[in-house]
């Protein structure tokens, strides 16, 4: 008996039960489209925390104030007002390796625009504040030196703000109340999409000098954003700025320090690693599945096995050798198990699709996924085929004979 004959007769044997067949390939189907579409939500995931954190700027540290101590009870991170402009315009000029310096102080604020109103966060900072954090203008302009300076009543507004608003286009120009105080709007952001429950698009940008004045009230600032020039001089720009802050605040030796500085690649690595186990995760509890499917083929296939005895029979009585027998049964295994895995293939895909646009949620279906799924669905079908082949193989041709 030829390969090729062998295989027409495995061929033959699983058309010739259609519907067990096709029941017996389910759980593969399931499983490969779960491991598919699973790893495709925690890679949309991953892909969405790096698009939102890059979104913030490159290269980027952000220091802000540190820790109060309160009856030795330590508050909440921020809850110090260390940090000033000045600290600010210090790391500019003293500290090397850095392309541009933002100091930032926000607030939250009730915005209204002809009849509509919205909540939203206030960010006063300076011109550079555009370069350094990304937030590149879409209509109009970003604050300039003088308008900081002179403390002038202007925002930029962001495009989320601008939909609640109901206004869109035709907002330059026009003035909107902030807390009740007018301010011109003289420019529009561009969409960065959300970072967590935090929208970067639901701002509106002011100068910090009118912030300051008019809305907090103090002269402490929240942030002080810098770019660093280059990525491999982040460590030491971070040290250079820890030991100008030092040295502002009048820290003692032994004394921690009142501010803190995050590192934007630190933050990239550890929900880069978040999201990755979170995707192992999914992928591992989608390949469940796929085991169980397997274990349907070894059932069905020892069933098979039993029911087609006499058959094995006759064909070792005509003279096909063991391994003939076992490679058919193989390749009935590895039919069952490899065409699962294409329409589960196929699914996947197209429910990872459905997903993004029924729920908004980023999926990235990647080629490696689908190798892996497809290839494990194969291996499976190796696996769970091997015992229920040998068992057939093993018969001896008068037994399944007289077998009844």
Same mark, same amino acid.
């Given at each position: 008996?030829?390969?090729?004959?062998?295989?027409?007769?495995?061929?033959?044997?699983?058309?010739?039960?259609?519907?067990?067949?096709?029941?017996?390939?389910?759980?593969?189907?399931i499983?490969?489209?779960?491991?598919?579409?699973?790893?495709?939500?925690? !890679?949309?995931?991953?892909?969405?925390?790096?698009?939102?954190? @890059?979104?913030?700027?490159?290269?980027?540290?952000?220091?802000?104030?540190?820790? *109060?101590?309160?009856?030795?009870?330590?508050?909440?991170?921020?809850?110090?007002?260390?940090?000033?402009?000045?600290?600010?315009?210090?790391? +500019?000029? !003293?500290?090397?390796?850095?392309?541009?310096?933002?100091?930032?102080?926000?607030?939250?604020?009730?915005?209204? =625009?002809?009849?509509?109103?919205?909540?939203?966060?206030?960010?006063?900072?300076?011109?550079?504040?555009?370069?350094?954090?990304?937030?590149n203008?879409?209509?109009?302009?970003?604050?300039?030196?003088?308008?900081?300076?002179?403390?002038?009543?202007?925002?930029?507004?962001?495009?989320?703000?601008?939909?609640?608003?109901?206004? !869109?286009?035709? $907002?330059?120009g026009?003035?909107?109340?902030?807390?009740r105080?007018? =301010?011109?709007?003289?420019?529009?952001? !561009?969409?960065?999409?959300?970072?967590?429950?935090?929208? @970067?698009?639901?701002? $509106? $940008?002011?100068?910090?000098?009118?912030?300051?004045?008019?809305?907090?009230?103090? +002269?402490?600032?929240?942030? $002080?954003?810098? *770019?660093? +020039?280059?990525?491999?001089?982040?460590?030491?720009?971070?040290?250079?700025?820890?030991?100008l802050?030092?040295?502002?605040?009048?820290? *003692?030796?032994? *004394?921690?320090?009142?501010?803190?500085?995050?590192?934007?690649?630190?933050?990239?690595?550890?929900?880069?690693?978040?999201?990755?186990?979170?995707?192992i995760?999914?992928?591992?509890?989608?390949?469940?599945?796929?085991?169980?499917?397997?274990?349907?083929?070894?059932?069905?296939?020892?069933?098979?096995?039993?029911?087609?005895?006499?058959?094995?029979?006759?064909? %070792?009585?005509?003279?096909? %050798?063991r391994? @003939?027998?076992?490679?058919?049964?193989?390749?009935?295994?590895?039919?069952?198990?490899?065409?699962?895995?294409?329409?589960?293939?196929?699914?996947?895909?197209?429910?990872?699709y459905?997903?993004?646009?029924?729920?908004? =949620?980023?999926?990235v279906?990647?080629?490696s996924?689908?190798?892996?799924?497809?290839?494990?669905?194969?291996?499976?079908?190796?696996?769970?085929?091997?015992?229920?082949?040998? %068992?057939?193989?093993?018969?001896?041709?008068?037994?399944?004979?007289?077998?009844?």
């Amino acid at each position: 008996m030829q390969l090729l004959e062998t295989i027409l007769i495995a061929l033959r044997s699983l058309t010739g039960n259609r519907m067990r067949s096709a029941l017996t390939m389910l759980g593969v189907v399931i499983g490969v489209a779960a491991v598919i579409a699973m790893i495709a939500i925690g !890679q949309g995931a991953n892909k969405q925390v790096t698009s939102s954190i @890059q979104g913030l700027g490159t290269n980027l540290l952000m220091v802000s104030p540190g820790q *109060a101590m309160q009856g030795g009870v330590r508050q909440g991170a921020g809850s110090l007002t260390t940090l000033t402009v000045d600290d600010a315009n210090a790391i +500019k000029e !003293q500290v090397a390796g850095v392309s541009g310096v933002a100091a930032e102080v926000s607030t939250d604020a009730n915005v209204v =625009f002809a009849n509509m109103n919205t909540g939203t966060s206030i960010i006063g900072t300076v011109p550079e504040y555009a370069s350094v954090r990304n937030s590149n203008v879409a209509w109009g302009r970003f604050i300039t030196e003088e308008e900081v300076r002179d403390s002038s009543m202007v925002a930029v507004v962001g495009s989320e703000v601008l939909t609640n608003l109901g206004a !869109q286009g035709n $907002i330059l120009g026009n003035r909107i109340l902030v807390n009740r105080i007018p =301010f011109t709007v003289i420019g529009t952001l !561009q969409s960065k999409g959300s970072s967590g429950p935090f929208s @970067q698009d639901d701002q $509106i $940008i002011i100068p910090i000098s009118t912030a300051m004045s008019r809305l907090t009230g103090s +002269k402490s600032v929240r942030t $002080i954003n810098i *770019a660093v +020039k280059s990525e491999a001089d982040m460590d030491q720009v971070s040290a250079s700025v820890t030991d100008l802050l030092r040295t502002r605040h009048r820290l *003692a030796q032994n *004394a921690d320090d009142d501010f803190t500085i995050r590192n934007q690649a630190e933050i990239m690595n550890t929900l880069s690693s978040i999201t990755g186990v979170f995707t192992i995760l999914l992928g591992g509890i989608a390949s469940i599945s796929l085991l169980v499917g397997g274990i349907g083929i070894m059932n069905i296939m020892l069933v098979s096995v039993t029911e087609r005895t006499k058959e094995i029979g006759i064909l %070792k009585a005509l003279g096909a %050798k063991r391994h @003939q027998i076992l490679n058919q049964f193989m390749i009935e295994s590895m039919a069952l198990s490899g065409l699962g895995g294409i329409i589960g293939v196929v699914i996947g895909i197209a429910g990872s699709y459905i997903m993004q646009q029924v729920f908004q =949620f980023q999926t990235v279906v990647a080629v490696s996924s689908v190798m892996l799924a497809f290839s494990f669905s194969l291996l499976v079908g190796i696996f769970f085929g091997v015992y229920p082949a040998l %068992k057939a193989s093993r018969l001896h041709p008068i037994e399944a004979l007289r077998f009844e």
